[in-house]
């Protein structure tokens, strides 16, 4: 079974600049995360997805910050204009349900620099 | 507060030692709670769901208490293998999952 795919896996951008990150979680599954990891620290939230809906961005900054899941399935997150703060370790998350029981299987995330 | 806290280590420990780690939640009105491990430069992959009952997977041994919002993780006769980041995710009663900032362990031949 083919894992969550993300892309790309590194990304180089000067500040202002925009960006996007894809998503492609595994098959059949209904919530989709988007973390932001952060050197030394844990994953944090930004936002998640049962089907098409965010159903939690209560994290994101959306004044810089978007996504979107239109057919329920892969998913993007955008960032414009960067900011130097910006760079960190992008990952996304799928898991079989939003009853919270199940298990997160990560993609191998997406680094940015922002210079 | 954060919502978890954890020691960030490192817990540098010789083969075959038995190391244990916890790790605090806030909120007492916490679901679920799990130990996810990460490779350095890697995404995290779930270790062990932690159930109330306390649980174990071979060398792995999780217990929660619920009275003291504590989650703890031993590790027995460690191997090489597994230095890497522990991270402790607790699920609150939002469905919203909190990941601690992870306590790294270094196992030395």
């Known amino acids: 079974e083919a894992g969550v795919v993300q892309s790309p896996r590194y990304k180089i951008i000067e500040k202002k600049q925009p960006v996007a990150f894809w998503c492609n979680p595994i098959?059949?599954?209904?919530?989709l995360y988007w973390y932001l990891q952060n050197l030394g620290q844990g994953p944090e939230l930004l936002i998640r997805?049962?089907?098409?809906?965010?159903?939690?961005d209560s994290q994101l900054p959306k004044d810089r910050f978007s996504a979107e899941r239109l057919k329920g399935v892969d998913s993007t997150l955008k960032i414009q204009p960067a900011e130097l703060g910006d760079s960190a370790v992008y990952l996304c998350?799928?898991?079989?349900?939003?009853?919270?029981?199940?298990?997160?299987?990560f993609g191998p995330g997406t680094r940015l620099l922002v210079l | 507060r954060k919502e978890v806290e954890q020691d960030p280590g490192p817990f540098n420990v010789p083969e075959g030692a038995t190391v244990a780690f916890n790790c605090t939640y806030s909120?007492?009105?916490?679901?679920?709670f799990f130990w996810y491990r990460q490779d350095c430069r890697k995404e995290p992959k779930l270790l062990m769901s932690?159930?109330?009952s306390g649980n174990e997977d071979g060398r792995f041994t999780a217990q929660l208490n619920r009275a003291s919002q504590y989650i703890s993780l031993l590790i027995r006769d460690s191997k090489l293998s597994d230095s890497a980041t522990y991270l402790c995710?607790?699920?609150?009663?939002?469905?919203?999952?909190?990941f601690g900032s992870g306590t790294k362990l270094n196992v030395k031949p």
């Open positions: 998350a799928s898991s079989p349900s939003d009853r919270g029981q199940e298990t997160q299987y």
């Open positions: 098959s059949g599954h209904n919530t």
């Open positions: 997805y049962e089907n098409e809906e965010a159903v939690d």
């Open positions: 909120n007492s009105a916490s679901q679920s």
């Open positions: 932690v159930y109330s």
């Open positions: 995710v607790v699920r609150n009663n939002f469905n919203k999952f909190y």
